[in-house]
């Protein structure tokens, strides 16, 4: 069962990654970050092949080894959370209009001062 669930996040992060390189507000790389941690779980073999990747494997295993995140990749995800924090404070009623600002630091912060590659 363990297995069976471990599989369907890994697929559901796959669809959610795919999705998010054509949106700009929805992240790609955390989801296979996921999916593969859910994959060398369940599935070695689709595990190998998110790491295989010609585009997004080198990014999840410079994260796996180093835990670093790419310039081009910190810029992106700052963008997009300033973004959406504009998008919140302009269209959000009352203070909903401050957790997308919120989360936007928090989780800015933290990517900023991952190690860069």
Sequence with gaps: MKKQVLLAIGVLSVAAGVVGAF???????????????CFARANPAWERRLLEHPRYGPQLRAWRARGVISRPAKWAAALSLLFSAGVGLLLLPGAWRWVP????????????TRPST
């Excluded at 949106?23 to 941690?37: E, G, H, I």
């Excluded at 600002?101 to 900023?112: E, H, K, Q, R, T």
């Design 23 to 37: 949106l700009p507000l929805l992240p790609t790389v955390p989801f296979l970050l996921l999916a593969a941690w």
């Design 101 to 112: 600002a919120g989360v936007a630091v928090a989780v800015g912060s933290w990517i900023l």
